[in-house]
C-alpha cells in the first residue's frame, strides 16, 4: 500500500470511530486502489478516494410504532446515499438487531462499487432498521414498515433513490414499504425493487442474486477449464440468496450438502436436491422456522448449533470443490479460510457481502484460488433490480426468459470486467482488484467530470 492511501485509512479510521465493517470495507478498496492513484494522479488532485469514502448524506431516524398489545416500540432507522455520480442511489434495506451506521456504511460503499461494475447506471446507498423482524406476526411487521416509510418516504423516488430488499427485508416486507409509500404519495412509481410481480415487480428478481453468484461461479470455473457439474459445494445462509444458490447449482449439476441460519447449520451428505430445497423454501418463507428442522424430516443430515466456544465455523470444514457463503459478513475468517483449503476447495463466489475477512481474504489470494469478491459475484441481484427499473420505465414487462438471459449476460461481462482490470493493472487472476479497480474507475472519472460537488 502506499504511503498516501496508508495516511488516508488511518485518518479514514480516526475519523469514523467504532465502525470496524466500514473501515474493513475501505482498507479493501484502498489496498487494491494503490496503483490506480500512482498511475492517475489527477485523481489525488481532485480528492477522488478522499470523496468516495465519504457519503454523500446519511438520514437517521427514530421509527416509533404500536404493536397489536397496544405497546410502543422505538426502532432507529438509517438510510446512507452514498454516491450518485452514475446514476440514482440504489441498495437494500436490511432489518436484523446488527444494524448500526458503520454496518449500512460498509454496505453503502460496497454497493457504490458493485453498482458500478453492473454496466446500468446506478449510484450507491444502503438503509434499513436495528428491528428484529424473526418471530413477529403479519401485523406487527407491517405496522413497523408503514412507520418506517413514514419518514423515509421524504428521502427517496424513481429518480433519486430506489431501496430493494436485502437481511429480513423480503417480498412482504416490500409489500408493506411499497403500499405505505403508494399512499403517502399518492404515485405508482417504480420506488422500490423486489416488487411482486402484479404490481411492477420483475420476473426472476428474487432469484437473481443466488443465480448471479452461480453464473460468476461457473465463469471462474470455465478459465480452468471445470464446470460445476459433479462438484461439491458448501452453502451458507438459507434464505433469498443461499436457496437460489442451491437452485442453480442443481440445475447446473453440482451437489449442495450444507445450509446454515444464525442457530447451526446442516449437513446433508445425500444433497440438497430439488425436493429438499423445496422443504427448505417452505420451511424459511412461509412456517418461517428453523434450519434444524431440517433433520426431523431428512433423518441422515447432521445438525450442529452454533457453538460461541469455537473460533471457527465447522460448516467450512468439510470436502468440497466450491463454497458459496450466502448468509452474513465476516462469516469466513482466517481459520475457517484455511479449513476451506485445507479440504480442497477452489472457488469461492460471494453471495454475502463482505462475507471474509481480511486474513481470510489474504490466504485466499496467496493460495490462488478462484476467488470471487462479493461485489462481482453478488451483483446480479441488484442487477436485476435494475433491469426492474428500466421495466416500471417503460411500463412493459419482460418474459422469464428475457431477464435471465440479461442476467447472464451482465454477470458475464462483470467477469470480464475483473480479469481484464486484474490483468492491465499487473495482478491476473487476482479478482479483489479487477472488482475494486473496475468499479471504481467509472465512478471516479464521472465525478471528475461532474466537477467538485
Ligand atoms: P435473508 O434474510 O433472506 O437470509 C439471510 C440468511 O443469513 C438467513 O439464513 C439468516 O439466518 C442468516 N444470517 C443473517 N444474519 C446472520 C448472522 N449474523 N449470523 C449467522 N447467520 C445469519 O437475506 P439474503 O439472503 O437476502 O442476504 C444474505 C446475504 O446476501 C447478505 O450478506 C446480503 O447483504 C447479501 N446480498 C443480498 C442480496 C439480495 O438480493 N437479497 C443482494 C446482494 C447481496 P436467520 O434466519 O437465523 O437470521
Known amino acids: 500500500m502506499s504511503s498516501y492511501v496508508k495516511d488516508l485509512v488511518a485518518e479514514i479510521k480516526a475519523k469514523n470511530p467504532a465502525e470496524p465493517e466500514f473501515h474493513q470495507a475501505v482498507q479493501e478498496v484502498a489496498e487494491s486502489l494503490s496503483i490506480v492513484l500512482e ?30 398489545q397496544g405497546e410502543v416500540h422505538i426502532n432507529r432507522g438509517y438510510r446512507i446515499q452514498m ?48 428491528f428484529d423482524p424473526k418471530g413477529k406476526s403479519d401485523l406487527k411487521i407491517m405496522r413497523f414498515c408503514q412507520a418506517f416509510m413514514n419518514e423515509l418516504f421524504r428521502h427517496i423516488g424513481s429518480d433519486t433513490d430506489v431501496p430493494a430488499g436485502d437481511i429480513g427485508v423480503g417480498g412482504r416486507e416490500i409489500g408493506y414499504l411499497f403500499g405505505q409509500y403508494k399512499k403517502l404519495r399518492n404515485e405508482f412509481t417504480g420506488v422500490l425493487t423486489g416488487k411482486g410481480l402484479n404490481w411492477g415487480g420483475s420476473l426472476i428478481r428474487p432469484e437473481a442474486t443466488g443465480y448471479g453468484a452461480t453464473y460468476f461461479a461457473s465463469e471462474m470455473l470455465a478459465t480452468k477449464g471445470k464446470t460445476l457439474e459433479g462438484k461439491t459445494c458448501l452453502v451458507s445462509g438459507s434464505g433469498n440468496v443461499a436457496q437460489y444458490t442451491v437452485e442453480k447449482i442443481n440445475q447446473l449439476g453440482g451437489k449442495v450438502v450444507t445450509l446454515s441460519d444464525s442457530n447451526g447449520y446442516i449437513y446433508d451428505e445425500e444433497g440438497i436436491d430439488e425436493k429438499r430445497l423445496a422443504f427448505v423454501m417452505e420451511l424459511k418463507n412461509l412456517r ?10 431428512y433423518k441422515k443430515a447432521v445438525y450442529t448449533p452454533v457453538d460461541p466456544k469455537l473460533d471457527y465455523n465447522p460448516l467450512w470444514n468439510h470436502k468440497a470443490e466450491c463454497a458459496f457463503p450466502s448468509a452474513t459478513q465476516n462469516e469466513i475468517n482466517g481459520k475457517d479460510a484455511q479449513n476451506l483449503l485445507n479440504n480442497g476447495v477452489y472457488a469461492v463466489a460471494e453471495g454475502a457481502n463482505m462475507p471474509t475477512t481480511l486474513d481470510g481474504v489474504k490466504l485466499f489470494l496467496d493460495s490462488k484460488i478462484l476467488y470471487g469478491p462479493g461485489k462481482a459475484a453478488n451483483a446480479g441481484g441488484v442487477a436485476t433490480s435494475g433491469l426492474e427499473m428500466s421495466q416500471n ?9 428475457e431477464v435471465d438471459n440479461r442476467l447472464r449476460y451482465i454477470m458475464k461481462s462483470i467477469h470480464k470486467t475483473c480479469v481484464d482490470v486484474a490483468e492491465r493493472f499487473g495482478t491476473p487472476g487476482n479478482y479483489v482488484n479487477g472488482a475494486n479497480i473496475g468499479g471504481f474507475l467509472k465512478v471516479a472519472d464521472a465525478m471528475m467530470d461532474q466537477g467538485i460537488v
Not at 420505465?393 to 426468459?401: A, N
Open 393 to 401: 420505465s417503460m411500463r412493459l414487462p419482460w418474459t422469464r426468459e
Open 83 to 130: 454516491n450518485s455520480a452514475i446514476g440514482p442511489y440504489k441498495g437494500g434495506l436490511r432489518f436484523h438487531p446488527s444494524v448500526t451506521l458503520g454496518i449500512l456504511k460498509f454496505l453503502a460503499f460496497e454497493q457504490v462499487f458493485k453498482n458500478s461494475l453492473t454496466t446500468l447506471p446506478m449510484g450507491g446507498a444502503k438503509g434499513g432498521s436495528d
Open 39 to 68: 498511475r492517475h494522479p489527477e485523481y489525488r488532485t481532485s480528492k477522488i478516494l478522499e470523496r468516495i469514502v465519504e457519503p454523500e448524506r446519511v438520514i437517521m431516524f427514530r421509527v416509533p410504532w404500536v404493536d397489536e
Open 288 to 297: 418461517r422456522g428453523r434450519i434444524s428442522e431440517y433433520t426431523e424430516k
